[in-house]
């Protein structure tokens, strides 16, 4: 799976929490379509990752046809670049800009200790 998603450009997807770390950590811009029967959390996560990730965009199934399928994907492609632009950014705003100077003082630390 880490070869694929390497080489992706975009992606179509469920709005699952791991689909989302993932497309996350790979940068991969993605149009989602919630699995209906999840309890709305799919929802809720495809509305996260369009509104605040940035990082793609998302439909009901049930509001979704073949035709606005192509559209969105088409959209996501000629955009793929301004979405993982915003998927970076997030990255940033979420990993502390220290993060692994500290862990690596944590690593140093604990190597000392032993």
């Not at 179509?12 to 811009?29: K, T, V």
Request: aromatic share 10%; glycine share 4%.
């Amino acid at each position: 799976m880490d070869l694929a998603m390497d080489i992706a450009d975009i992606a179509l997807s469920r709005a699952g929490a791991h689909s989302l770390s993932e497309n996350i950590f790979y940068e991969l811009p993605v149009f989602l379509i919630p699995y209906p029967y999840a309890k709305n959390h799919q929802e809720a996560n495809a509305q996260f990752f369009q509104n605040e990730v940035k990082g793609g965009r998302y439909e009901k199934q049930k509001e979704l046809t073949p035709k606005g399928l192509a559209k969105e994907l088409n959209s996501l492609w000629e955009n793929r670049e301004h979405y993982r632009c915003n998927i970076q950014n997030f990255k940033h705003k979420i990993i502390p800009k220290n993060f692994v100077d500290l862990i690596a003082h944590k690593v140093q630390l604990h190597d000392k200790n032993k």
